[in-house]
């Protein structure tokens, strides 16, 4: 029932982490590939997968090595997982900090292209503009508050009411919650194989310990039995003659 349960609950997981990964990558992908921020995001989402699927692989390895050499080799289980969950921890935060910073980064070169359209003509807005379906830098008023037309672009069919600044911010903002979520993810997966395979060890432990105590107080009976039956009788002879 156990098995059947961690065997649902693992191809459940292997398909999240499946779905998770293709809805990020191929958009990414086909939209954003001229962009830093798009390398940093699929890096973080496919290493963060990666690292998951060899997790719940040696997880079910080990539990195989495990049973198969009478639970001991879990002593090395445990200080490796202390180290898997430090190390993953400490590379994807530094991952999710480098993700943030390239959206700080994209969102100032968007504020750039966008005053650059208006003081230097360049051509780069309106490009891109037309490949995002957005319009404006906060929406259609941005051109208005430059005294400008609204573009002929900005209607497919109707008016295009969200800017491309925000337009961004939606896009990339969820992407940092999902990698939190994500990374929370593994570590709980981390912790839950750690107490998984502390629990096998406590056991065997506490199961050594009680078989110490079951032999000692065999050892302290047959001493005892010894000295009623055999040594004390000849003792009390002795002292009879």
Request: aromatic fraction near 16%; proline fraction near 3%; hydrophobic fraction near 50%.
């Amino acid at each position: 029932m156990v098995g059947n349960l961690m065997k649902k609950v693992i191809v459940a997981l292997f398909a999240l982490l499946l779905a998770v990964i293709l809805r990020i990558i191929i958009p990414f992908k086909m939209k954003f590939s001229n962009y830093e921020i798009t390398s940093n995001i699929i890096g973080f989402f496919t290493a963060l997968t990666i690292t998951i699927a060899i997790i719940m692989c040696c997880f079910l390895v080990s539990i195989f090595l495990a049973y198969l050499t009478d639970d001991w080799i879990v002593l090395g289980y445990v200080p490796l997982l202390i180290y898997v969950l430090h190390w993953t921890y400490r590379t994807f935060s530094e991952r999710l900090e480098t993700m943030s910073k390239s959206y700080d980064t994209l969102m100032d070169g968007l504020t750039q292209k966008w005053h650059s359209y208006f003081n230097y003509n360049e051509t780069h807005w309106p490009d891109l503009e037309k490949t995002m379906l957005c319009c404006g830098l906060e929406g259609p008023r941005s051109y208005m508050d430059y005294l400008q037309k609204v573009p002929g672009h900005c209607y497919n069919p109707q008016l295009i009411t969200l800017g491309c600044y925000h337009l961004f911010l939606n896009i990339f903002y969820p992407m940092q919650l999902i990698g939190v979520l994500m990374l929370r993810l593994t570590l709980f997966v981390e912790l839950g194989i750690f107490f998984y395979f502390g629990s096998i060890l406590f056991k065997k432990t506490f199961s050594l310990i009680g078989v110490r105590n079951q032999k000692r107080v065999r050892h302290l009976f047959l001493v005892n039995r010894i000295l009623r039956h055999c040594i004390l009788p000849k003792i009390l002879k002795l002292f009879k003659k």
